[in-house]
C-alpha cells in the first residue's frame, strides 16, 4: 500500500518561509516523478512543482525564484522549500508520486497559511 506523508506546513508571516517534507512508502521511490500540488479555498487544485526520477525539476510560473522541490532517494522523501511567501499562497499543499507504470499516489495534504 502507497502512503505518503506530509508535514512542515503551518502559519507564517509574508516574506517567510517554510519547507514541506513528504515521506513515502510502498513505492518505489526512485523510480516515481513526485511533485507538489495546492488547492486554495474556492479553488481548484493546481500543480506548483515536480521532479523526476532523474532529478529534473519544472515549477509554475507563479513560484519560479521562491519555491525548490528537491528529492533524497536514501530519504525517500520530497521536500518543496518555500521562501518569500505571499498571502496567495495560502493552501492546503498535497504530494504526489506517479510510478513508473502511471499510477498517481497522493497524500492527505498539509495547510500552509500565510499571513500579511
Known amino acids: 500500500q502507497v502512503r505518503l506523508v506530509e508535514s512542515g506546513g503551518g502559519s507564517v508571516q509574508a516574506g517567510g518561509s517554510l519547507r514541506l517534507s513528504c515521506a513515502a512508502s510502498g513505492i518505489i521511490f526512485a523510480s516515481a516523478t513526485m511533485a507538489w500540488h495546492r488547492q486554495a479555498p474556492g479553488k481548484q487544485r493546481e500543480w506548483v512543482a515536480g521532479?523526476?526520477?532523474?532529478?529534473?525539476?519544472m515549477y509554475a510560473d507563479f513560484v519560479k525564484g521562491r519555491f525548490t522541490i528537491s528529492r533524497d532517494n536514501a530519504k525517500n522523501t520530497v521536500y518543496l522549500q518555500m521562501n518569500s511567501l505571499k498571502p496567495e499562497d495560502t493552501a492546503v499543499y498535497y504530494c504526489?508520486?506517479?510510478?513508473?507504470?502511471?499510477?498517481?499516489?497522493w497524500g492527505q495534504g498539509i495547510q500552509v497559511t500565510v499571513s500579511s
Open positions: 521532479v523526476t526520477s532523474g532529478d529534473s525539476t
Open positions: 504526489k508520486a506517479v510510478s513508473r507504470s502511471g499510477y498517481a499516489y
